[in-house]
């Protein structure tokens, strides 16, 4: 088994044929346009147009996805005015065929700038929702702040200081579940992204006690895992969206959760590696994060 069993094509046409799959089981789909460390504006407006292509692709085929894009990805590292603008473009494309924007959040530095970007963003569309990261001491308030977006809600998986983060795992999990039960009460629409049966029973229980329809929430999960429980969910009627990555850049997108928390790996390295590989992949994926981050210090 190789990364392909976890990213959903090398270009538009595979990943389109991916999402079909999926929709054919009743699960949507929200696509990454992968890649990491773009700080040159030729790199951004590759990924622009890439995301471009890819709303007209889901246009054409009729099919159930929308997008997700990393605002660094776009140029957020390079000059903040340059990725609105890049930004703008795709969220006016996708605002004329009624397909849903999502901001990924990342690390703790562009939290603000990201939000500014969508504030700015929101006076003109609707079609925009974000991330709250659970682990973040602000992330109660950022929930409060956004309870009439669609937001996506995560557990966080960069490595934050204890200044600005929870660093228990308990206090992130029950920080979590306080989040996900908030925007289900308050909220316009939740995305609960968990791979956890425990939470998502938790889910299950919460809704059926506070009478809030399934239209209000669905799960998401990533490609390629937990496959059993996203489709049974689906015959349950729970509304289910796999987060679909694409494009040659697959390894980076494992190196950035390795980078960021080596657990977060866990049911990657399951999946993807067999034991004798381990070894051999652990020393290039170190080499590889190293150059990585390095060119990233050079060109900041």
Not at 211 to 234: C, P, T, V
Not at 260 to 284: D, Y
Request: hydrophobic share 35%.
């Amino acid at each position: 088994m190789g990364a392909q069993s976890v990213v959903a094509g090398t270009n538009i046409s595979e990943t389109i044929t991916s999402i079909k799959e999926l929709n054919k089981h009743g699960i949507s789909c929200t696509v990454d346009n992968l890649g990491e460390f773009v700080f040159e504006k030729s790199e951004a407006t590759t990924a622009k147009n890439q995301i471009l292509a890819l709303i007209q692709a889901i246009h054409d085929e009729e099919v159930d996805a929308h997008i997700s894009l990393k605002p660094s990805q776009l140029g957020l590292d390079i000059d903040q005015n340059f990725c609105l603008q890049n930004l703008k473009e795709i969220v006016e494309l996708a605002d004329q065929y009624n397909i849903f924007v999502n901001f990924d959040m990342e690390d703790y530095a562009r939290l603000h700038p990201s939000f500014e970007l969508m504030g700015e963003l929101t006076k003109e569309h609707q079609n925009i929702g974000t991330v709250i990261q659970a682990y973040f001491l602000e992330s109660e308030e950022n929930i409060q702040r956004f309870k009439n977006y669609r937001l996506r809600i995560v557990k966080g998986a960069y490595k934050e200081p204890a200044s600005l983060a929870y660093q228990d795992k308990s206090e992130i999990d029950k920080n979590y579940i306080k989040l996900i039960e908030y925007h289900l009460l308050n909220g316009k629409f939740t995305s609960i992204a968990t791979h956890d049966h425990n939470v998502i029973d938790h889910v299950k229980q919460f809704v059926k006690v506070n009478n809030i329809s399934n239209d209000k929430f669905e799960f998401q999960m990533l490609y390629g895992f937990r496959k059993e429980l996203q489709l049974q969910l689906a015959k349950e009627g729970y509304n289910i969206c796999t987060y679909v990555p694409f494009g040659v850049d697959w390894y980076g997108y494992f190196m950035r959760r390795l980078a960021e928390r080596p657990q977060n790996l866990t049911l990657v390295s399951k999946q993807v590696f067999t034991k004798k590989t381990n070894t051999a992949i652990g020393l290039t994926v170190s080499a590889f994060v190293v150059g990585r981050l390095s060119k990233r210090r050079k060109q900041k």
